[in-house]
């Protein structure tokens, strides 16, 4: 499984970004999906995941109502849109496939990551 985010980058607070990731090597529409962060001498943490579907989705109180995650299974892609970005929100975001359709939130039921794109938000 190969999954390569994209879409990071600067941006003021307030500011939007919508990151991207690519699934290959799986039948990606069989498994759920998640975003995790890590910020500068932080523990990895989790964002957001999707189920199978996209039907379920769930969030990390710290994001709620300003992150959407979404996925296109007949690309093979799943996004986080990120809207009224905090300087807090500053992180490597990291997607993530857990070998499972139901959402997880637990960074050790995941089982192959991406890369990482950074995501940096100025004051």
């Known amino acids: 499984v190969q999954l390569q985010a994209s879409g990071g980058g600067l941006v003021q607070a307030g500011g939007s970004l919508r990151l991207s990731c690519a699934a290959s090597?799986?039948?990606?529409?069989?498994?759920?999906m998640g975003w995790f962060r890590q910020a500068p001498g932080k523990e990895r943490e989790f964002v957001a995941a999707i189920n199978w579907s996209g039907v379920s989705r769930y969030y990390a109180d710290s994001v709620k109502g300003r992150f959407t995650i979404s996925r296109d299974n007949a690309k093979n892609m799943v996004y986080l849109q990120m809207n009224m970005l905090k300087p807090e929100d500053t992180a490597v975001y990291y997607c993530a496939v857990p070998n499972r359709p139901s959402l997880v939130t637990m960074e050790n039921e995941y089982n192959y990551w991406g890369q990482g794109t950074q995501v940096t938000v100025s004051s």
């Open positions: 090597g799986r039948t990606f529409s069989n498994y759920a």
